[in-house]
């Protein structure tokens, strides 16, 4: 039955099965087996994408910003003011307008991102694609933000264009683009920057930043801190009324501490309302009278200013304060590193139904910052709340994250869009989560990041999904994430990766029997061996640089036939083809000119290599075995060099025929030398060891040989038994000469028992044990020379 039509009903779908564009590659966001993987097919290619108009980069401005939550009651509406910033502001604005970049320096908390808006408002028709208002927290690598780059000015859903084609078209931005939470600098910002010539950026950073290069030539602008009447403006404004003498005094001791941080009045502002508050609350208890069980003291004291202590950190104070969702919602972003999920999240994560309103009320203390499209703990909360315990659940608070999350990302209602705004908080809580709920996390939120193209964040995921899935022991899991991994780094380009990610996908799946996942897996794999062959195919040729040879190995004499066909053979190699045969074949057959250097054609599809000549090079076979082992004696040989050489045209029909005669030599030769060899290995077990000093003398005679028990030994002829030894007459024995394996080829030496005129070596003993009586009288023994004399070798009959 086919699998298409099994399901039925449309909630069974599997959820977001997507097709986006991938460079060159038609990628297909499978949920169940995995992402599939194709080429572009004739006639779908998409033409190049539009700009977006200044309504739609407006309308995409808006949907970026983070979400107003909803207001607790009494706190201050609309936005706050920005205070003291006018000169920086003109200076930037003028700046940006001149087309040049600004590195904007401040500490957390003084007011960047503020400044930022205000510069965005002045800035809005600069330059001819508006302003466009990005985050580059937690990125070090200047890829995703071109990429945020691109989808923001050009009207491309479901396209993302590879390396080439992503810097063609961001090289044609013209914008101001305002870089909040710069994390990057040195050579990953010079990338940036050289990517887009005609932006001019405005990059807030922290003074804890890496440094931009010399040859940058950006320009600087410090945020330092507020001043006195500043700060002042700045508290009287979050309270919303005058500051008494008492508070004055006290915002101006708080301010020299603080050293004029703008985040530090507003969390002063926020302590002076919850004081008023409580204040107020115990003013109107007054008239009332407590009741008899009520743990309320009849003469309330007044609640005090806080202390310069808790002024300069402020979180425990203020958190003690707000109710009790709120407080829930500081102990979730302690566990997920700071990251405050959104406030539609909170009910579900909290137990709360009016949890979503905790948001308003952290921000509004100054406790939340805005980072992009989302919040975050402020600078120095998060380690203010972990010394008072928040971070005590932040294992349970992590693990309840991350199964909320893996329902949320999994449902069908739930838009990739939505995912991937949340993706800080997600990959927080996969962090923090047991082995189970991660790989249920990375599973369900892997096709949402890779729909809606953030493909960091996919990365990611799927790296710790594989890692969470091999300690948990699932292999079907694990082979999804690998083959998620080949095909992301097939799409940017990493083959190695994307080979080594699919063949470990396929290994796993194979020893699982899943067949739909193994083909899979195999047509991606296909597409990576595609791509390493027209790699190569278009790369340039190697080119190496010939070796260098001496002039004299190359210049060779006149009349050497075997230089010369050596440089016949070299032109041919090169191209020279039947003309090399020819010109070998030509100087075979008998002396020719002087053959000089061959400069072999240069190619370019094959690298030319150039060999060194050599002039003793044999030129024919014979010769190479001639002189290791000669086949005729030397007369004949000298002979043979003095007759007369073949006419010219012969030459070609003797070396047809010599060749048949030259291998069957060649072959005999080769037989004779391997048994030689043999035989020379074998003869030292057969044979006894020498004596080291000299021959050993025995009182008892010697036996003569017996035909037949000597093992290789030939038995005597009659009469040779009756000589005596040389141990006998009282010489030094002779050593016998080596035997060469010349010798042993040669058809006219055959061996003999007869001795030589020459002393003839003595005689190995007979291993034959039974006595026989011999006419060899026994002698004194002779003292050997200082040289020990050499193992005697032993003829043999397999020569």
Known sequence: ?????????????????????????????????????????????????????????????????????????????????????????????????????????????????????????????????????????????????????????????????????????????????????????????????????????????????????????????????LARADCLALLESGVGRPLTDEETAWAGDLGFASEGLALRFVQAAALLRQRDELNHRGAQDEDEEPGVFEERPRDAALIPLPTLAEGAAPAELLASRVSESARAALRIACALGGELPHHAHLPALVGDTHADVAVGELLDCGLLTPVGTRYRLAAGVARQLDGAGYGDTAAEEARTAARHYAWWTGHTSVTPERVAAEADAVLAALAGADVVAAVLLART?????????????????????????????????????????????????????????????????????????????????????????????????????????????????????????????????????????????????????????VAAPRSEAVTTVVPVVSTAAPATLAEVFEDAFPLTPEPVKEARAQQPAPPAGSGSALAGRRKPVLLAVGGAVAVAVLGTVVALAMAPSETKAPPAHGPRVSTSPTPPAVPGTGGSDPAPEPGASAEPSESATGEDPVVAPAVTPSSRTSPSRKPSAKPSTAKPSSAPPNPDPDPAPSTSAPTSPVPSSPTSPEPPVTPSSGG
């Open 445 to 597: 939120a892997a096709p949402a990041f890779a729909a809606s193209l953030h493909w960091e964040a996919w990365e990611r995921v799927l790296r710790s999904g594989a890692e969470a899935a091999r300690k948990a022991g699932e292999v079907a899991e694990q082979a999804y994430f690998h083959h998620e991994l080949g095909v992301l780094a097939l799409c940017e380009g990493r083959l190695d990766r994307a080979r080594a990610e699919l063949e470990a996908s396929i290994g796993l799946r194979g020893a699982l029997a899943d067949k739909r996942g193994t083909v899979a897996g195999r047509r991606a794999l296909a597409l990576v061996a595609d791509r390493e062959a027209a790699g190569v195919a278009v790369s340039p040729p190697l080119r190496l640089e010939p070796p260098v040879v001496a002039k004299s190995a190359l210049a060779l004499p006149a009349g050497s036939g075997s230089g010369a066909g050596a440089g016949a053979a070299v032109a041919g190699g090169a191209g020279g083809g039947a003309a090399a045969a020819r010109s070998a074949a030509g100087a075979a057959a008998g002396p020719g000119p002087a053959a000089g250097p």
């Open 1 to 225: 039955m086919d699998h298409t039509q099994v399901q039925t009903d449309p909630a069974e779908q599997p959820a977001r099965v997507v097709t986006l564009t991938a460079g060159d590659f038609t990628l297909t966001v499978n949920p169940v087996d995995g992402s599939e993987i194709e080429p572009h097919r004739p006639g779908t290619a998409t033409g190049r994408p539009a700009k977006r108009t200044a309504a739609d980069r407006a309308a995409r401005a808006a949907a970026a910003r983070p979400p107003v939550p909803p207001l607790p009651a009494g706190a201050p509406a609309g936005p706050r003011p920005l205070l003291g910033r006018d000169e920086e502001c003109e200076r930037l604005v003028r700046l940006l307008a001149r087309g040049r970049s600004v590195r904007l320096t401040g500490p957390a908390g003084s007011g960047r991102t503020a400044l930022l808006d205000a510069v965005a408002a002045a800035c809005a028709d600069v330059a001819p694609d508006g302003v466009v208002r990005l985050s580059a927290y937690g990125h070090q690598h200047p890829g995703e933000i071109l990429h945020a780059l691109y989808a923001a000015v050009y009207e491309a859903p479901g396209e993302r264009p590879d390396r080439a084609r992503l810097l063609e078209r961001v090289r044609e931005i013209g914008a101001v683009v305002l870089l909040d939470d710069l994390d990057m600098g040195g050579p990953a910002l010079d990338e940036l920057l050289r990517a887009t010539p005609e932006c001019a950026y405005l990059l807030a950073a922290t003074p804890d930043t890496r440094a931009p290069s010399d040859d940058s030539h950006l320009e600087e602008v410090f945020l330092g801190g």
